[in-house]
């Protein structure tokens, strides 16, 4: 209890100089110092924001029920687009990437067989995909979720050979002498053991899916959260470029905090770990 | 009665970049089943290799060991192994850790949990069944390596400096531990250290061994009755002797060291 009135005390802190920040453009757009179109007032953003958010038309229960309708705004609809194609994009990327880092941590013939191919294909970053994805995926979904595939696959790829080829000997000398089959071995000694090094990859690897999709959303399909902060600045609807980045920024603040709790969950038995 | 573990003309030679380094030669032993053998001897006498080679992790490069009347190939769940980091699986609750060997001899459900039940009892662990090894002491860690060896049923142990990162209160505690366990399930042991006064406590033959190449000084006796006492005579005096013959050793070991370096 005696340490609410710190903790107040800090959050206030921390929420003190995107405050000050917030009076500055508020104050630069009222005085009209700025042009509106170039810097619109953080209370228009808000209100972009806010009108976005909603569902554009009125309630009709003949239509549709009513929690459908409360989810049927634009926003909702763009966030759930990205979203659905980073899981994807993320859940394909892993399912291939997994098995092959750990084949390839565990095996050193498979590791040569592969490395250097993989090499040569791991620095081109996925967004020089993009002509390539289109011309072969065309435009809409498959494109984006190809370069999201692709952006995930490298980091949980790495990662995994990493954690394999790092397991400590004495786990495997100790499951020897209790008898562990080679099965045995692989899915209850060193999967465990890499986790810590797997989740990393996971992490880096839907941080990246995540700005894969709204560089590819922006240039392949016509939906989502990237496109619509492009298509806002057709029609110069700076106010809401500015709104969608925003939303773009809490999605990836929930996915990274949701990463964090699988993080804690699969890693309870782990010493090193940070409790926030 | 048959010995259980045969040694003979056992020899290890490792070869790291261009140098060879012999680490056993002719060592000969015979252990008895139910035998407490201590191996004691300075580091780098090859106390570890010959427990590796026993162990099967490491085999050797001359002569033979054969256990219950088979050669050892590879390691094996009939020597059940005791390290001195404790090797738990730290992603194991302490009860995963202790029925994992068990749950690779697939046996039934009920007959494992019976059986981890009445070892975190015997070890004195109930308590600590559901954490995970980074919540548990160094002796109970210990202790969980033991319960999970223990669980294999296995005739032979073989232990490798177990106490060796302990504090001597808890150190002295495990040796009891041992004891008693020993005394009970009437296991073969092999177990390394470089306390002599550990060596005394515990065994019923200690093994002396020589810095490099590894090889058996002397084999002592050791007929006091258990439980030892440490500051009786008998003790004292053994402790002198071996310590003579340790130290020999030791200046050889100290002596290469210094060496070493120079002539690189």
Sequence with gaps: MKNIPARLYASLQGLLLPFVLLAIWQYLSAHA?????????????????????LPTEAFDPSRSGYLAWLFSGEMIHD?????????????????????????????????KLFNPLIQILRPIPPIAFIPLSILWFGLGNPPAIFLIVIGAFFPVLMNTIAGVRHVDGIYIRAARSLGASQTTMFLRVMLPAATPYILTGARIGIGTAFIVVIVAEMIAVNNGLGYRILEAREFFWSDKIIAGMFTIGLLGLAIDSGMNRLNNYLLKWHRGIESN | MQPQIHISKVGKVFS???????ALDDINLEVMPGEFICLLGPSGCGKSTLLNAIAGFSLPTAGSVIVDGRPVQAPGPDRGMVFQEYALFPWMTVEKNIAFGLEIKKQPKARIKEKVSALLEMLNLQDFRDRYPKDLSGGMRQRVAIARVLALDSPILLMDEPFGALDSLTRRNLQDELLRIWTEFRKTIIFVTHSIEESIYLADRIVVMTYRPGTIKKIVSVSMPR??????????NLKKELALLVMEEQTRHNQNEIKVPAAD
Excluded: C, H
């Design chain 2, 16 to 22: 790291t970049s261009g140098r060879e380094v012999v």
């Design chain 1, 79 to 111: 966030a759930y687009a990205s979203m659905y194609r980073v899981v994807v994009g993320f859940l394909v990327g892993t399912a291939l990437a997994l098995p092959l880092g750990l084949l390839m941590g565990a095996n050193d013939r498979i590791y």
């Design chain 1, 33 to 53: 110092i700025v042009n509106p179109q170039i810097l619109p007032a953080p209370t228009a953003v808000i209100a972009k924001w806010w009108e976005y958010l």
């Design chain 2, 227 to 236: 439980q030892r006492d440490p500051s009786s005579v008998e003790f004292n």
